[in-house]
């Protein structure tokens, strides 16, 4: 059966990484939460409970010494679909804290989702990847530890591609092996749903050429500044981290990655199977050489 999007978030909080400031409290939280439905004993209760002052400590040991591990919902999902679950409530919280066009819409196809699939299988090593994850997260770790710790337990399972809609001489071959993005949720495990919400990783430096597509784009940059404009030679305007960016329909925009790893949050809310264009611009060869400054 499905679980409803509240139970989805309560499941995910269950399994709140370890260690994180509050994380013994969100995860007691989500224990009455099952409590109060029924599909948690009071013992298990109880040891979430005493569990609750102890964010470093996994509840999984006291519940096996008193026998009641069994009574947990959820347990029996294997550790990927846990640690994408918990991933999806974490970037639920965070979105939960921004403002401004397009957060609402992504969370609320985050919650029609609800315990729906997740993405297939982890496919192989990306070289992007074990370059400069570690660096975007580490950044995101002082000023949001619970969602750096969620892509952290999260990373081993995620399936990150490249995007191939492009003609490579009109993307460039530096940002055609220099990103990577790995899809959460979204079409493709719910074929009948039009949207797509992941993360998105681009290297130092680099610049994404201005672009355009039918889908409706939140980003939500975890690290920062980056350079952005949303016309063809504009010039640049640096935006720090936690600020998102909300792309209409059709309107260009393009990205220079600043000198710390581009790390987002993106989500097209509807027409993703419609692929992206590169807008032709005439500053490309400055933007690709120019450095962006802390
Ligand atoms: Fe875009």
């Given amino acids: 059966m499905t679980a409803t999007p509240e139970e989805f978030r309560a499941a995910a909080d269950l399994h709140t990484p370890l260690g994180q400031p509050g994380s013994g409290r969100v995860r007691y939280a989500a224990a009455m939460y099952f409590h109060r439905k029924g599909c948690l004993s009071t013992e298990a209760l109880e040891v979430y409970r005493i569990c609750s002052p102890r964010d470093a400590e996994d509840p999984l040991q006291l519940l096996n010494q008193r026998g009641v591990a069994d009574d ?19 970037i639920d919280r965070y979105l939960a804290g921004l403002s401004g066009p397009g ?10 989702f609800g315990g729906g699939p997740v993405r297939p299988e982890p496919g192989g090593t990306n070289a992007v990847v074990a370059a400069h994850l570690d660096a975007a997260v580490d950044a995101l770790c002082g000023q949001d530890p619970a969602l750096a710790a969620a892509i952290r337990a999260a990373a081993p399972h995620l399936n990150w591609m490249t995007y191939d809609s492009y003609p490579p001489d009109e993307i460039g071959a530096a940002f055609l092996i220099g990103h990577a993005y790995s899809s959460l949720i979204g079409e493709g495990a719910i074929p009948a749903d039009d949207f797509d919400l992941g993360l998105f990783l681009i290297a130092p430096d680099l610049l994404y050429r201005d672009h355009a597509h039918p889908a409706p784009e939140l980003y939500a940059p975890l690290t920062g500044p980056h350079g952005w404009r949303f016309a063809p ?19 260009p925009h393009l990205t220079k990655v600043g000198p710390l790893p581009f790390l987002c949050i993106y989500c097209w809310t509807r ?15 400055m933007l690709e050489r120019m450095r962006i400054e802390c």
């Fill in 103 to 112: 957060v609402a819409e992504t969370r609320a196809g985050l919650a029609a």
């Fill in 271 to 285: 027409d993703v199977n419609q692929p992206a264009r590169i807008v032709p611009a005439g500053d490309w060869d």
């Fill in 72 to 90: 947990l919902p959820r347990q029996s999902l294997p550790d990927r679909d846990r640690a994408l679950r918990a991933l999806l409530g974490a």
């Fill in 233 to 251: 030679d504009a010039p640049l305007v640096l935006k720090p981290a936690h600020e998102p960016v909300w792309n209409t329909p059709g309107v």
